[in-house]
């Protein structure tokens, strides 16, 4: 008995693992890209602002991340 609770538990890690792993592929993935057609955009002089990351972190967050890409 003690060894399916073992094997249970182990199981339910690797899901939640796994989990974790796919929100914060999918997640931090479109917060970049989102940030590099930011800054890509305001490089050239364009402004979009109908952006969602523009509408929450603003202007000057924007202007801090273009130094990393």
Do not use: H, K, T
Not at 32 to 53: D, F, K, T, W
Not at 58 to 66: C, E, K, N, Q, R
């Amino acid at each position: 008995m003690r060894r399916d609770r073992v094997s249970d538990r182990f199981a339910w890690v690797v899901m939640f693992s796994a989990g974790c792993w796919l929100l914060q592929g999918g997640c931090m993935g479109f917060v970049q890209r989102e940030l590099e057609v930011l800054v890509a955009a305001e490089a050239n002089g364009v402004l979009i602002r109908s952006s969602y990351l523009y509408d929450l972190l603003g202007p000057a967050l924007i202007a801090f991340s273009g130094q990393w890409f």
